[in-house]
């Protein structure tokens, strides 16, 4: 069955510091995966997502994630963070089948300190 | 366009009691979901939708029912509410043909005392 990993539960960055998320999946093919974001009292927004073709995709608020087959990670980065980019983020992975759902990670809260 | 509505917000429940959570879209979307979310899990899913009239069950559908009778909406029921049913949920839909990205609400907040 598929599935995701995130191992970082809560990370703290400073205002205007780089940041990088992890995302481990387990799909036996090519898989969906997507990041999406959720701000306090928030539904989830959609980040970004991979589906095939290059590597490195761009998503909105100046995010982008790699894929890498070799090592089943998607993880999320981003330059420069900024205050408002404080929230819980979560991978999920595309399930084969009828409806194609998704499987969601458990979050991973993002913390900026100024 | 609204998206992706619920209704209500907020809702405090004992237990035994039941209520319905109302998810609508305006984005004449086929693919409804319904998920709870709780601290530290991810999101689950309840029940999802492929279309009018099609319902099945997820992860986690003891204590929920469904229906699907139009397009827009999906609405999730809550029969005999526990305490094991505190949770936030959230209604999501999707396009058929797009590539397979799903577009959420805002949540509901029930807690179950």
């Known amino acids: 069955a598929q599935s995701v990993t995130q191992p970082d539960i809560h990370i703290t960055v400073s205002e205007g510091a780089s940041l990088e998320l992890r995302c481990n999946y387990s799909?036996?093919?090519?898989?969906?995966l997507f990041w999406y974001v959720q701000s306090p009292g928030q539904g989830l927004q959609l980040l970004l997502k991979y589906f095939s073709g290059d590597t490195l995709v761009q998503g909105i608020k100046g995010f982008e994630a790699e894929f890498k087959r070799s090592q089943s990670s998607f993880n999320l980065r981003k330059p420069s963070v900024h205050w408002s980019d404080a929230a819980e983020y979560f991978c999920?992975?595309?399930?084969?089948?009828?409806?194609?759902?998704?499987?969601f990670g458990t979050g991973t809260r993002l913390q900026v300190t100024l | 366009n609204a998206g992706v509505t619920q209704t209500p917000k907020f809702r405090i429940l004992k237990i035994g009691q039941s209520m319905t959570l109302q998810c609508t879209q305006d984005?004449?979307?086929?693919?409804m979901y319904w998920y709870r979310q709780d601290p530290g899990m991810g999101l689950k899913l309840i029940y999802y939708?492929?279309?009018?009239?099609?319902?099945d069950k997820g992860e986690v559908p003891n204590g929920y029912n469904v229906s699907r009778s139009t397009t827009e909406d999906f609405p999730l029921r809550l029969e005999l509410a526990a305490p094991s049913q505190t949770s936030v949920y959230f209604c999501?839909?999707?396009?058929?043909?797009?590539?397979?990205?799903?577009?959420f609400g805002p949540g509901t907040r029930l807690t179950v005392t």
């Open positions: 939708s492929v279309g009018a009239g099609i319902t």
């Open positions: 999501a839909s999707r396009r058929e043909e797009t590539v397979y990205e799903q577009y």
């Open positions: 799909y036996g093919a090519t898989p969906y």
């Open positions: 999920a992975v595309r399930t084969t089948g009828t409806a194609s759902k998704l499987t």
């Open positions: 984005m004449n979307h086929n693919y």
